[in-house]
Nanobody, 115 residues
Framework: QVQLVESGGGLVEPGGSLRLSCAAS????????MGWYRQAPGKNRDLVAG???????NYADSVKGRFTISRDVTKNTVYLQMNSLRPDDTAVYYC?????????WGQGTQVTVSS
């Protein structure tokens, strides 16, 4: 079964940057829209960015202009560049298909924005 492994999270000060990576254990996602989701404590898991097979990205209003999603199909990897991070970006970040459900959720990667 395909596995998605997220990495790149950590503790960063407000205004800082992080780059998240999501590696799929095998190929086959070239034509699938992929997305980054996040879940803060006590809140729902929400889609923050998606990228289609043509490389076009869509973003939630809360991250538009600060986050950039990209993909490298040769490496079966999706990235999320996060700039100008704010405390309300603190959450566990996951990747999955859009809509989710085709593959199991990974463990996610924790992003904490705090001074």
């Amino acid at each position: 079964q395909v596995q998605l492994v997220e990495s790149g999270g950590g503790l960063v000060e407000p205004g800082g940057s992080l780059r998240l990576s999501c590696a799929a254990s095998r190929s086959g996602f070239k034509s699938v829209t992929m997305g980054w989701y996040r879940q803060a404590p006590g809140k729902n898991r929400d889609l923050v960015a998606g990228i289609n097979s043509g490389g076009y990205g869509n973003y939630a209003d809360s991250v538009k202009g600060r986050f950039t999603i990209s993909r490298d199909v040769t490496k079966n990897t999706v990235y999320l560049q996060m700039n100008s991070l704010r405390p309300d970006d603190t959450a566990v970040y996951y990747c999955n298909t859009v809509p989710p459900g085709i593959v199991p959720w990974g463990q996610g990667t924790q992003v904490t924005v705090s001074s």
